[in-house]
Nanobody, 121 residues
Framework: QVQLVESGGGLVQPGGSLRLSCAAS????????MAWYRQAPGKERELVAA???????NYADSVKGRFTISRDNAKNTVYLQMNSLKPEDTAVYYC???????????????WGQGTQVTVSS
């Protein structure tokens, strides 16, 4: 079994910061790309940021310059540092990872259960 567990969500005022974490556990041989998505009420899930196993990140235009994605490969963990938060960042944030469970198995995408981020005064 593989689990991705997010943490770090909560309520923050506009202009504030939060740091999300997502730890993958279980039988994992390697993890390629890891990513953060978000889904606001009534909207489709959208990609926020992604990072390769080598540490190269890319971001949605709406969060560039405010959010930073990083990862610790030794801990199978991905982080999302969110600064200068805006009310429109309010959403459930999900992490996912492209995992290989055994040396010669194909990769499969796994999702976490999500963590709520609310930006409000």
């Amino acid at each position: 079994q593989v689990q991705l567990v997010e943490s770090g969500g909560g309520l923050v005022q506009p202009g504030g910061s939060l740091r999300l974490s997502c730890a993958a556990s279980g039988t994992i041989f390697s993890i390629a790309t890891m990513a953060w998505y978000r889904q606001a009420p009534g909207k489709e899930r959208e990609l926020v940021a992604a990072i390769t196993s080598g540490g190269r990140g890319n971001y949605a235009d709406s969060v560039k310059g405010r959010f930073t994605i990083s990862r610790d490969n030794a801990k199978n963990t991905v982080y999302l540092q969110m600064n200068s938060l805006k009310p429109e960042d309010t959403a459930v944030y999900y992490c996912n990872g492209d995992l290989r469970r055994w040396p010669y198995s194909p990769t499969t995408w796994y999702w976490g259960q999500g963590t709520q981020v609310t930006v409000s005064s």
